[in-house]
């Protein structure tokens, strides 16, 4: 957004954030799965955060005790935030709509064409009450009609590795990793850890084909394709990030891009027999 400051020579590690020289990684994530309410997204409720997520971020900018000068500089000039989502695999479930979908897609571009533009609102008025980044003037955003901006990038997507373990929801925009685990050899007496994902046994149970059995097997495989007692549609729902085909990663992952200030992390789960054809072709 400010291009005479200098190019942008690479990322961070995961790929969801250009940032020049001395800038910073300052990155908030709203799990999606949290809107949804008898089938239905919650929009004015997701209003509030994304607005409050916002108002959070530049406060980090103002608050944060920086480790150099140089950092504090490249930071408060462009006051760059990333605002992102996660649980979007989670969402989807409760919508029940199949990852590998058209409809998937189109949900995803809206959702985040809402939390740029709410965001970009937000850094309006922060900017009105607190001034914008002093870059502003020599940066895209008066020629594309913003009198004042309060951050020069507003929105990303970064994978959540660890924040979504903790707040116990899927990873960023990704489809669910493995729907189940056996975790052995942690706990002192050698008992195994089974853990199934928590919708999909939800809905076993409501849909009546819950058992001891089926959860054991999902457990060892992370997957529910192929099994008689799970219907297709269910199916449908809870294929794991190895069962999306590349075509849906991607699609989903544009679909977010579109309307995304800085970059989307995004990852396509390949088997070890890829060959390098299928490597270019995604």
């Given amino acids: 957004p ?3 400051l200098g190019r942008i020579k690479g990322t961070n590690p995961c790929g969801e954030l250009p940032l020049l020289p001395y800038e910073s990684c300052n990155l908030g994530h709203i799990n999606l799965e949290k809107f949804v309410r008898e089938g239905e997204i919650q929009w004015d409720r997701l209003e509030e955060i ?3 997520g916002v108002h959070f971020l530049d406060n980090v900018i103002t608050l944060n005790p920086y480790p150099i000068p140089e950092i504090e500089e490249g930071t408060k000039k462009t006051r760059k935030i990333g605002l ?4 979007f695999a989670d969402l989807l479930i409760k919508l029940g709509i199949p990852y590998a979908s058209k409809e998937a897609v189109d949900l995803a571009r809206e959702i985040m064409e809402f939390v740029t533009r709410i965001g970009r609102e937000e850094s309006v008025v922060l900017a009105e009450e607190r001034g914008s980044f002093p870059n502003f003037p020599v940066s895209i955003w008066p020629e594309k009609g913003y009198s004042a901006l309060r951050n020069a990038s507003v929105t ?5 590795g660890t924040t979504s373990i903790v707040a116990d929801c ?3 925009i990704e489809p669910i990793f493995a729907l189940g685990f056996v975790q052995k050899n942690v706990m002192k007496d050698g008992d195994e850890i089974v853990k199934v994902n ?6 076993a149970k409501d849909h009546g084909f819950y058992s001891e059995a089926l959860v054991r097997k999902v457990a060892e495989t992370g997957s529910c394709q192929g099994l008689k007692d799970v219907p297709q549609d269910v199916q449908e729902l809870f294929k794991n990030s190895h069962e999306v085909s590349p075509e849906w990663h991607i699609k989903i992952q544009a679909a977010f891009q579109k309307h995304t200030d800085s970059a989307v992390s995004k990852t396509i789960n390949f088997p070890h027999s890829t060959t390098v054809d299928e490597i270019r072709d995604a």
């Fill in 156 to 160: 990303t997507i970064a994978p959540t």
């Fill in 170 to 172: 899927s990873a960023g």
């Fill in 84 to 87: 992102g989502v996660m649980g």
């Fill in 50 to 52: 994304v607005a409050l």
């Fill in 198 to 203: 928590e919708l999909f046994k939800d809905m």
């Fill in 2 to 4: 400010i291009i005479h």
